[in-house]
């Protein structure tokens, strides 16, 4: 009688993260657990700590983000808080126009409609992403700023990819950068 694993794919992967999107998207990040992802997907916890290594690594896959949020934050803060906005600003842009990058457009338009595509939208940029790079830069008020940093970058994806807005979608990211920067900039630094 043969022993261990069976050859083949058992789908077990596809079936955490399909229940991993249901649940963020039902509950939000922060009451999600990976014990009750894994009770729902018929899995043992370590199972789900071997595929995705923590809550967040299940999180982002779940999400399909074209980028770490933690590389992101990374990227644009590594040179501190002088030109922060610009470089926040071109970096986004520059995220939301590549390939891997474009399947978002779906959750933003979702978002407008959908409580669960809105709190997942929410949960990935504003609290992940957002409140990490304000904490990074020891300011106060740190939910404040991410808030008003979330209206520029947000409003400026609804106008650049939804609305199409001529004059916005063909700027170029350092275009976007220089113009939106500034705003950006005194959010932060404010």
Known sequence: MPQGRRHGASGTRERIVGVARRQF??????RTS??????????DQRLVTYF???????????MSLPVDPTEFVASVTAAGLGGLGERLATRWIELWDSAQGRHLVGLI??????KGAARMLRDVFVHVVLRQLIRSLDVDRVERRASLVATQLFGLVFAR?????PEIAAMTPSDVGRMIGPMLQRYLED
Do not use: D
Request: hydrophobic letters at 55%.
């Open 161 to 165: 990819y939804v609305l199409r807005l």
């Open 52 to 62: 995705f290594g923590s809550k967040r690594g299940l999180f982002l896959a779940a």
């Open 109 to 114: 338009r979702a978002a407008a409609s959908n």
């Open 34 to 43: 990976l014990r009750s992802l894994a009770t729902a997907a018929g899995v």
């Open 25 to 30: 998207a039902a509950r939000g990040y922060e």
